[in-house]
């Protein structure tokens, strides 16, 4: 067994869906099972492909490869646009089966979660959790749908246990222990290893670590001192061990929504249109988040490459979608020509306490009264069932898209 490794009974289970997107697609269209398929949100050449099935991934296309290179690869792969209320439907499906295990359960994405499984029932801890595992997978197939396929990884803390879930996709389960991760690491590249990417990598390069082992073998000082120079290395120390240390829930900071333009020709008003209809979409997160703001920040990119940004920080909180897009419209007037995208970001939040508005804000608590109407039609029938006038139409172009890494917005 690795020497300081963390010996308590593995209770950490990693869930994730086996090509979401493109395997919900399967399963709701049999004709495309056993297909290449590539999921995006706009069917065009030069879009991203955002999912791609096993069938896709086999001949070498990959998650933001462009339509138009995966078609060499594979000329009748079939692209899909993204259909967000089935994968919202299968999440929530997902996380009642995971609930079903313990009150413990964190969903990292829209399509993997993490059970913990410590403070569960005895009736629960007293069985193993491979069995566990194997039962969640056939009630996905049976709750779900036949095409569903997970992976499961189990360890002792959760980044373990998602490398776990990683080793043998699709529809895996593995465990790591203290007496298989040598076995396992030396198995992997360093960049195979969860927050290793190009810039982590490159400082172990610097000194000699070169590969999962290596890293698992150096000691904390060198990891806090001369790598990470801060406590992230005594963290990741600890981390390569089993012991948990990512534990934690991080308050959001910011809201916002980005577009890429659909056209080369649109008018100014278009452009404009198009930012309301993303200041309502951030509007509407931001109350989901019971958050109000103080701070609007809008961008533009050019098709030059150039990058363009302006923000505004009001001495009252908001979160009406009226009180962003005033600002936000201001702001954009400034914009520079030639946009081939823009964002709106809402800043400096706060939590909405329902705190008595000072009579000379008697609009704004009006306003707010009206907004939180629109938002109980919108909740109740479907999104974007009312809306402001100025974006009837720009919904077919400005799409809602799926979050891959935060489920704050399900």
Known sequence: MQPDFNTERPLL???????????????????????????????????AIITASYEAKAHGVKVGMKLRDALILVPDIIALESDPPKYRYVY??????MRDY???????????????????????????????????????????????????????N????????????????????????????????????????GRNAARLNTVGIMTPLQFLDADVVTLKQMVFKSVVGEWWYKRLRGFEVDDRDFDVKRVGRQYVLEGFDLSYEQIVQRLHHLCES???????????????YVYAKTHDHEYWHSSHLATVPFSSDQTIFTLARALFEKAPGNIR??????????????????????????????????????????????????????????????????????
Request: charged letters at 25%; a positive charge.
């Open 13 to 47: 289970m990693h869930i994730d869906l086996n090509s979401c997107f493109a395997t919900v697609e399967q399963q709701a269209r049999p004709m495309l099972r056993g297909r290449p398929v590539a999921i995006v949100n706009r069917r065009t050449a030069n879009t």
């Open 341 to 410: 995208e823009i964002g709106v970001h809402c800043y400096e939040l706060e939590p909405n306490e329902n705190q008595q508005i000072s009579l000379f804000y008697d609009q704004l608590a009006r306003e707010e009264s009206v907004t939180r109407a629109v938002d109980d039609i919108n909740k109740r029938f479907g999104e974007r069932t009312v809306h402001s006038a100025d974006t009837l139409g720009t919904g077919f172009y400005v799409k809602q898209k799926i979050p891959f890494g935060s489920t704050r917005y399900l």
């Open 282 to 296: 951030v509007g509407s997160r931001l109350r989901g988040q019971n958050k109000l703001a103080r701070g609007v």
């Open 158 to 197: 959760r980044f373990l246990a998602k490398q776990a879930a990683g080793l043998h996709k699709p529809d895996g389960l593995d465990i790591i222990t203290g007496e298989n991760l040598r076995a396992t690491l030396g198995e992997l590249k360093l960049t195979d290893l969860t927050g290793i990417a």
């Open 102 to 156: 313990s009150a413990h359960v964190t969903m990292k994405s829209i399509d993997e979660g993490v059970i913990d499984f410590h403070d569960t029932t005895p009736g629960i801890r007293g069985r193993a959790l491979e069995d566990i595992g194997m039962e969640i997978k056939q009630r996905l197939k049976d709750e779900i749908g036949v095409a569903m396929r997970c992976n499961v990884g189990i360890s002792t």
């Open 92 to 97: 929530h499906q997902l996380l009642r089966i």
